[in-house]
């Protein structure tokens, strides 16, 4: 196993390591394969313990001689202010760049000799530390996070070094349309809120960023009962609870005066940002409506509802008798390069939108065909077009717990957004349970007839005006 210590990004995109799970289907000659509920029903438990500082241990034991352990802690972009946003970013970075403990030289060579992948994102609302190595080795990685995550140096020096190193990433993420696209729709879709702030922060922050600030983040935000340590593979929920009581107990979970940070409501705003620049080859545009909590019963239906709109690439091939009849317009009509349909989910709100990638001749009509594609989940979904879409469903859930880091990582952020981890047994009975009439009845509350947020970057003359996106949002008939 290569050795590593790297950062992930929190892009849409973002993809986890990932290891083939004792789980899925075996093909193996001669062995017996398993059926799909089987696996289900099968799964092994996810146990959950609570510090008595509040601090959540959470673990599912996989049999696999690897384990991914981490911290995830209800931190992010979202806990900014406007002058603070990017703190969360900029501390990720310092985070192996050594400890009171270990300078940086020696934790990237204790990393080493234990053949592991030590690795960090940030998002909106989380913000996550991990580890991903041999099952024996478990107490080191512990050790470790709980050395990044405590006992970070932030030296000076380092702060200066890493104050050039993320001003060139904020530099190259300009680069990458799609980050810049769907940050400016939270930007437009959540203006005035924390919510529309991006994860990177403005270079402003990074210019500026103190010690002190670094510090009161951390003396805000990590708390024991906001955290949650959680692991997968082949680890002993006995022995992560002791390992937890023995490097995580005395995390504080007191806060002085009335310092208590709380998730600002965060109002949607119907409107529209675009960035035109002809000189780029391809628009890309993000249209969205506001969605539901994470733990709203409505997620489930417009999950199913999503798979029914699909995706497609145009360098995957293919398209032309895909089952999805946005997919087949964009073959047929060659109306795009590539579609997403997308839920990005928040503790109490949602971005339920569309993205999409075109030449400048076709906005027009891929965001006609987008929209009327919206329409037809709000009136004309049939029972094919939701068997299709829970299949579909069914299949990327299980595909996304492939390997001990997204087991891990799906942990944790259920931990931190429900207070547990939702089996897959009990997602599989929740996407069952949804009907055609359920998709129109939920795709119509929040859908039909409302104010749609709009982002578009590159040559998008030809994008429609405001209002007349707004009018396709619902439909005349007699």
Known sequence: MAASVCRVGSTMGRVLAQTRSPLLLSLRRGQASVSYAQSLLGAPETRLSTLDNGLRVASEETGHATCTVGLWISAGSRYESEKTNGTGFFLEHMAFKGTKKHPQSALEQRVDSLGAHLSAYTSREHTAYYMKTLAKDLPQAVELLSEVVQNCSLSEAEIEQQRGLVLRELEEVESNLQEVCLDLLHATAFQGTALGHSVLGPSNTARNISRQDLVEYIDSHYKAPRMVLAAAGGVSHQELLALARSHFSGVSFEYEGDAVPVLPPCRFTGSEIRMRDDALPLAHVAIAVEGPGAASPDTVPLMVANAIIGSYDLTCGGGKNMSSRLARLAVEENLCHSFQAFHSSYSDTGLLGIY???????????????????????????????????????????????????????????????????????????????????????????????????????????????????????????
């Not at 006609?368 to 077009?385: I, K």
């Not at 087991?407 to 931190?416: F, P, Q």
């Not at 047994?425 to 069952?432: F, S, T």
Request: charge should be neutral; include cysteine; charged fraction near 25%.
């Open 356 to 478: 999409f990638v075109t030449d400048r001749n076709h906005i027009d009509d891929m965001m006609h065909w987008s929209q009327n594609a919206w329409m037809n989940l709000c009136t004309t979904v049939t029972e094919s077009d939701v068997a299709r879409g829970k299949n579909a469903l069914k299949a990327t859930m299980v595909g996304q717990l492939d390997g001990t880091t997204p087991i891990c990582d799906d942990i944790g952020r259920h931990v931190l957004n429900y207070g547990r981890r939702i089996p897959l047994a009990e997602w599989d009975a929740r996407i069952d349970a949804v009907t055609p009439k359920m998709v129109r009845d939920v795709c119509s509350k929040y859908i039909y007839d409302k104010c749609p947020a709009v982002a578009a970057v590159g040559p998008v003359e030809q994008l429609p005006d405001y209002n007349r996106m707004r009018s396709a949002m619902y439909w005349l008939r007699f």
